[in-house]
């Protein structure tokens, strides 16, 4: 059993910046591309930044491309999500999940497992 956790969430002035963290446990980290994706109220789930297995290859929503930076500790069984230059149109539960393809997960397809979310609230 695959376990997603996910930390680093809180409340942010626009213009701020927070570091996102996901912790996996029950498989081998470092074969699988992980993935952020993001709910807000009464919204669609959005791909935000995933990233392969090796970290070599890593793929932005336009949205966040520019202000995201997404990553990971293979020997941590971690993977990150920077996020700058907040606006308050980020403001959403941010999701880690992981699948086989990065690419996969960059059109809005989330792969195997998902976590239970952390709140980003971003005011003006």
């Known amino acids: 059993q695959v376990h997603l956790v996910e930390s680093g969430g809180g409340w942010v002035q626009a213009g701020g910046s927070l570091r996102l963290s996901c912790v996996a446990s029950g498989r081998s980290f470092g074969r699988y591309a992980m993935g952020w994706f993001r709910q807000a109220p009464g919204k669609e789930r959005e791909f935000v930044a995933s990233?392969?297995?090796?970290?070599?290859?890593?793929y932005y929503a336009d949205s966040v491309k520019g202000r995201f930076t997404i990553s990971r500790d293979n020997a941590k069984n971690t993977m990150y999500l920077q996020m700058n230059s907040l606006k308050p149109e980020d403001s959403a539960v941010y999701h880690c999940?992981?699948?086989?393809?990065?690419?996969?997960?960059?059109?809005?397809?989330?792969?195997?497992?998902w976590g239970q979310g952390t709140q980003v609230t971003v005011s003006l």
């Open positions: 999940s992981q699948g086989p393809q990065a690419y996969e997960m960059s059109l809005n397809s989330p792969g195997d497992y």
């Open positions: 990233i392969s297995w090796s970290g070599a290859t890593t």
